[in-house]
């Protein structure tokens, strides 16, 4: 069966530092991989998705960049953290893009 | 249903009492919808699926209706849990590969 792995699961880090979080997905091969944030009592916001290595779309402009190194890792950096990248980061897969997408448990990010 | 500003909508329900959860979509393009559930600190849970040429769907104690003529989905809970308590949340794909995803409904179970 498939999963999906995020790390780390809390996280907190001072504006300014780099940041870097990881998404893994096992047992399948070339799935849609995307990046989400979510705001506190708020719906999930679409940063990034990619439908294969090296390909990688954004959905918003932001602070934040995504990569794609291998079939099933997806990775989510930033330069310099600002106070307003704070929030809950999801990290989802999906066979193709008219099927469900598979949640990880996600990282809350804090910035001091 | 769909919520404004930083307060969802809450569903407050008796234990045993069936639930029914609504959605408002944007787009009449969309052709697939999700139900989902999130649980406090963990990410979204696929519960259901239907697509377009279809207006009712059944799951195990769910059923999911949609009406495209007013661009309406709901999300039917029977017998509803305690394990039911949670923020569900439908998602339209009417762009591609991207979900939008709505605001979210909190659902209480008291039992």
């Known amino acids: 069966s498939q999963t999906i792995h995020q790390w780390p699961a809390t996280l907190v880090q001072p504006v300014g530092s780099p940041l870097s979080l990881e998404c893994t997905v096992e047992?399948?091969?070339?799935?849609?991989l995307y990046w989400y944030r979510q705001a506190a009592g708020r719906g999930l916001q679409l940063l990034f998705y990619?439908?294969?290595?090296?390909?990688i779309s954004s959905e918003v402009p932001q602070n934040l960049s995504a990569s794609r190194p291998q079939d099933r890792q997806f990775i989510l950096s930033s330069k310099k953290l600002l106070l307003s990248d704070s929030g809950f980061y999801l990290c989802?897969?999906?066979?193709?893009?008219?099927?469900?997408?598979?949640f990880g448990d996600g990282t809350r990010l804090s910035i001091l | 249903g769909e919520s404004v500003g930083l307060h969802l909508p809450t569903l407050s329900v008796q234990e045993g009492d069936n639930s029914i959860i609504n959605c408002a979509y944007s787009n009449s393009a969309s052709d697939y919808f999700i139900w989902y559930k999130q649980e406090s600190g963990k990410g979204p849970q696929f519960i259901i699926d239907i697509r377009s040429n279809m207006d009712k769907r059944q799951g195990q104690r769910v059923t999911v209706l949609l009406n495209k003529t007013v661009k309406h989905l709901s999300l039917q809970i029977a017998a509803t849990q305690p394990g039911d308590s949670a923020v569900y949340f439908c998602?339209?794909?009417?762009?591609?590969?991207?979900?939008?995803f709505g605001a979210g409904t909190i659902l209480r179970v008291k039992s």
């Open positions: 989802a897969w999906s066979v193709r893009g008219n099927q469900p997408q598979h």
């Open positions: 998602a339209e794909n009417g762009y591609g590969n991207k979900l939008v």
């Open positions: 990619s439908v294969g290595i090296g390909q």
């Open positions: 047992g399948t091969s070339n799935p849609n």
